[in-house]
């Protein structure tokens, strides 16, 4: 998602990340993901917050300042950020200030630049068969890790109305385009 978005607005260094450091994937996604932050010259603006009033409150305090302390928004797979309402508090001031937002599948959000997520219809089939071999008692621990297809949904109309030139690279990795 951030190699995503770094390519469609390269010009944004200071990327908001809302996330519940509860919610039991954030700890590693955070590992994996500031190093490669550091890499592409990106600060990572990171909110742990509970809920949605959390990040309401912290978006009110950056808009009452002289600087919001972001250039682009970046969502991560949990339940915080896939909440409609959360989502729709950060898409608004993302609208408000003209800055790119884009990560999880927001279904019907004309803000949303891209989604870049695992199919879970994929995800499902893929554990069934794994746990079929294990009730039929293949050993856990001998099977190999498989992992679904991303989806890539890259939103051109929003990314026209923000000024942003998508690649044609970008354009045919794309699973699906909005225009």
Not at 70 to 89: C, E, H, Y
Not at 109 to 118: G, H, R
Not at 155 to 175: M, P
């Amino acid at each position: 998602r951030l190699e995503i978005l770094h390519e469609l607005a390269p010009q944004a260094k200071r990327i908001y990340i809302p996330y519940d450091l509860n919610f039991p994937t954030i700890p590693p996604v955070l590992k994996a993901l500031r190093p490669g932050a550091s890499l592409l010259g990106i600060k990572l603006v990171e909110v742990n917050s509970k809920n949605t009033a959390d990040i309401q409150a912290d978006l009110q305090t950056r808009n009452s300042s002289g600087d919001i302390g972001m250039d682009a928004i970046m969502t991560l797979g949990q339940p915080l950020t896939s909440n409609p309402d959360t989502f729709a508090v950060l898409s608004e001031f993302a609208t408000e200030h003209n800055i790119p937002i884009g990560g999880i599948i927001q279904n019907n959000n004309e803000n949303n630049l891209f989604v870049y997520e695992s199919k879970f219809y994929e995800i499902g089939s893929l554990a069934a068969s794994l746990a079929d071999k294990i009730f039929k008692g293949t050993p856990a621990g001998t099977i190999p890790v498989v992992t679904p297809e991303a989806y890539l949904k890259l939103n051109y109309k929003a990314a026209q109305q923000l000024g942003i030139n998508v690649s044609e690279g970008l354009l045919s990795r794309a699973d699906e385009v909005i225009r």
